[in-house]
């Protein structure tokens, strides 16, 4: 679900080498230098910034905490890293890759051509990787200017192709993510109450997940009369006998995201309420028990659709997305639509949610799926809570 993001990371930034070990790595560079020689390519250029940093963190696990960074990985021979702090920051740079070749830039564009013309590549055929899609034109049209005898090829599907399917460790740091998540939604229980202040509330759940190394987190909201219009960040609101509390939680931990939504009655819920949570569990349900490699996406939307029921409900869901692929990046390939031509590959991590609002009442429900090959795991307790 598409949330404000921060302009500076701040949190446990630093690289677990036992969840995430460097021949993890390695792994996946040489399937990279493999897929550019496959295409009968010189290089590619990864490019990724404090928002979308999935492409280049897949291989190299540097993740910018301000600005961006941009990758140059050759078909044979070592890979470089460019990232946008100052020379001193270098070495601290360093403690988050794998990548001996790291080196500061202030302007990209002359940074960037400097190294491509260093190493014999002014000529080539280059790669683009995430760099058409975040890069500023400008930038862009500098280097471009600036190396009149390269040829540029896009190439970000075929990344996104090679991160589609999870390998175990990235399903390991996924899980502890999930479990980080869910730890902080577990805490909602004792301090969601009538009187209670509930940005000071939930300030505590983001204090957990930050607690257990989170580098991100994004919590949206809803209660009282706002139950029943939308999601909302953080605000200063008094919690009342018989209000309706939404919360979404996602979290991101060593790089990797997961998401959860619980939905909260302080006190008995009405009739009403049931029923509305029942239909978005049914939706749930309906996409987790169809989601499988080979599937078609807009047939898990549809399913989600008539558990529904109603336009209403369906139209207010449709509205934040049943959801998408989940790993290095918060929404990944695919997304749940009912329009989407896509499949759901091997090996895929998911978050699936509903999230719907109506006359006097609304439901977050959300959960992390990882389907692997001895089967489909499922993380995260989305329901709606009875809180005396």
Request: proline residues 4%; contains cysteine; aromatic residues 6%.
């Amino acid at each position: 679900m598409h949330t404000m993001h921060p302009v500076l990371k701040r949190g446990g930034l630093f690289w677990d080498r036992d969840l995430l070990p460097p021949r993890a790595y390695e792994e996946r560079f040489a399937r990279i230098q493999a897929a550019i020689a496959a295409r009968g390519d010189d290089a590619w250029l990864i490019f990724g910034d404090v928002e979308r940093y999935g492409a280049l963190a897949w291989f190299s696990n540097f993740l910018p905490r301000t600005r961006s960074a941009i990758a140059l990985v050759p078909a044979r021979g070592a890979p470089s890293l460019l990232i946008s702090v100052g020379l001193r920051d270098v070495p601290a740079a360093k403690t988050l890759t794998w990548i001996d070749d790291v080196r500061p830039f202030t302007r990209l564009p002359r940074t960037l051509t400097g190294l491509i013309e260093e190493k014999g590549l002014a000529s080539a055929r280059v790669g683009l990787a995430c760099v058409e899609e975040l890069l500023s034109i400008k930038d862009w049209s500098e280097i471009e200017a600036a190396l009149p005898s390269a040829r540029f090829v896009t190439r970000t599907a075929e990344v996104a192709a090679l991160r589609a399917s999870k390998d175990d460790c990235e399903f390991a740091a996924l899980r502890q993510a999930a479990e980080v998540v869910s730890g902080g939604l577990d805490l909602c229980a004792g301090l969601l109450k009538p009187g209670v202040n509930l940005r000071v509330a939930l300030s505590r759940v983001e204090r957990h997940v930050r607690a257990h190394a989170a580098e991100d987190a994004r919590i949206m909201q809803a209660a009282g009369r706002h139950a029943s219009i939308a999601l909302r960040p953080l605000e200063d609101h008094e919690l009342r006998e018989g209000e309706v509390v939404m919360v979404y939680l996602a979290a991101e931990v060593q790089r990797y995201w997961a998401e959860e939504a619980r939905t909260f009655v302080l006190g008995a819920a009405s009739a009403n309420m049931r029923r509305l949570a029942d239909r978005a569990t049914a939706a749930l349900d309906a996409m987790t028990d169809l989601s499988a490699a080979g599937v078609a996406v807009d047939q898990i939307a549809r399913a989600a659709d008539a558990a529904l029921e109603t336009d209403h409900l369906r139209l207010s869901a449709r509205g934040y997305g049943y959801g998408s692929g989940i790993g290095l990046d918060a929404g990944e390939a695919p997304s749940i639509t009912g329009e989407s031509g896509d499949v759901l590959p091997a090996r895929a991590a998911l978050a699936l949610r509903v999230v719907a609002h109506e006359t006097g009442a609304g439901i977050a429900l959300a959960r992390t799926l990882h389907l692997r090959d001895d089967g489909k795991h499922v993380f995260g307790r989305p329901s709606l809570l009875e809180l005396p």
